[in-house]
């Protein structure tokens, strides 16, 4: 028997695939603008209260594992809209000396590349190509590895986020076809091939996080938060000659269309994206990521500022005042999860190293949004 909430759910994403498609046929949305939420440039002084709050009581920072690669390549983006750096990640980076985390099984797990998006931001500041050794090894072992035919190691919506980075960034940097060639047809097989269906939903416009959820009315908000960055990510380095580019770039305002008709008033968004009555309360990985991703669009020109704007002002007001505490503790971060009803309730004391640094990624492009920031 099926709850109300399921019941719900499934309404709604009828209603929204038909609504985005009628929309699609006509070729523009018409959505009378939100009011504007004033967002000034206390929008860096909130990115540098959550950043310092967390290198000063955060937890298991040493590690070279995804938790704290995110909030690493969040602090970065901190030290370039502020200019001014805390002096932690070119520390952590060199104390794990730029390796990434490996075991026998398992040597192309995704999450272990996600230390390697935050050693290549490095290079910004501190260009050193010898310090990607690592990653460049393992980058081109899973190349050939796809060349060989396999081809399955991203089946979760997360890995999107953690390994697409690299590889097009180690791309560009070597001019390096095949490893982009090998990225598509990593990411082919997320969208389309997991379970013979694959993760992405192109009625919906949203991704499942895993097999278990395929053929569900389940959306995660995190792991949608994570396939809209990574779409974001990608496109910022790919070269506007790829063959997939615009493959990539039609997921990402699919992805953005929807997420327009699924805000909260309050600016987040549910942690079921589709669900208002699974765990309704506010989750901030989810909208920190999805805030990022939408914003990174507005400033990129690939979506309208007119209509995406109050969105991101809505999402950036709610977190800064409902989980941005004043002591800079950033708060409802749901725990290690691979869905909704993970690490459940999520509450306002909550934080991670990966809420931090999602918060501070979409904080760097909304104070490129904002007027004197």
């Known amino acids: 028997m099926t709850t109300l909430g399921e019941r719900m759910s499934a309404l709604l994403c009828r209603r929204l695939a038909l609504l985005i498609a009628g929309l699609a046929g006509l070729g523009a949305v018409v959505v009378p603008p939100a009011a504007a939420v004033g967002v ?4 860096t002084a909130d990115m540098v209260s959550a950043a310092n709050y967390w290198v ?12 704290n690669a995110t909030f690493h390549v969040g602090n970065l983006d901190l030290v370039r809209t502020t200019g001014v750096s805390n002096h932690r990640t070119l520390p952590w980076a060199q104390a794990n000396n730029y390796q990434l985390q490996s075991e026998p099984n398992g040597p192309f797990f995704a999450d272990y590349l996600a230390a390697g998006e935050a050693y290549l931001a490095l290079q910004f500041f501190h260009p050193d190509r010898t310090t990607l050794a690592a990653l460049d090894d393992r980058v081109n072992a899973e190349v050939a590895s796809v060349q060989s035919g396999h081809t399955s190691y991203w089946n979760t919506v997360d890995a999107l986020n953690m390994a697409m980075p690299s590889f097009t960034q180690m791309a560009v940097l070597d001019n390096n076809q095949a490893d982009l060639d090998a990225m598509h047809t990593l990411f082919e097989f997320t969208k389309t091939g997991v379970a013979g269906r694959g993760l992405y939903n192109p009625f919906i416009g949203l991704w499942h996080s895993d097999a278990s959820t395929i053929g569900t009315n389940t959306f995660w908000s995190r792991g949608n938060g994570w396939a809209l960055a990574a779409m974001a990510k990608v ?6 000659t790829d063959p997939h580019r615009a493959e990539y770039l ?4 699919r992805m953005a269309l929807t997420l327009l008709f699924l805000q909260r008033p309050d600016g987040f968004w549910n942690v079921d994206l589709t669900n208002p009555f699974d765990h309704p309360g506010p989750e901030t990985t989810g909208t ?18 007119w209509l995406y704007t109050p969105v991101v002002q809505r999402a950036w007001h709610g977190m800064t005042t409902k989980a941005l505490q004043p002591s800079g503790l950033l708060g409802f971060v749901q725990g290690d999860a691979t869905g909704p009803a993970d690490a459940q309730p999520v509450t306002a004391t ?6 931090v640094g999602a918060f501070l990624l979409a904080g760097q492009q909304v104070a490129a949004l904002t007027p004197g920031c």
């Open 40 to 43: 000034t440039c206390t929008v």
């Open 56 to 67: 000063a009581n955060g937890t298991d920072l040493d590690s070279n594992d995804w938790q």
């Open 235 to 240: 496109l910022t380095d790919l070269p506007t």
């Open 250 to 253: 039609q997921v990402y305002q």
């Open 288 to 305: 920190a990521l999805l805030t990022y991703g939408l914003a990174w669009g507005v400033n990129n020109g690939v979506l309208p500022a």
């Open 350 to 355: 909550d934080t991670a190293a990966y809420g």
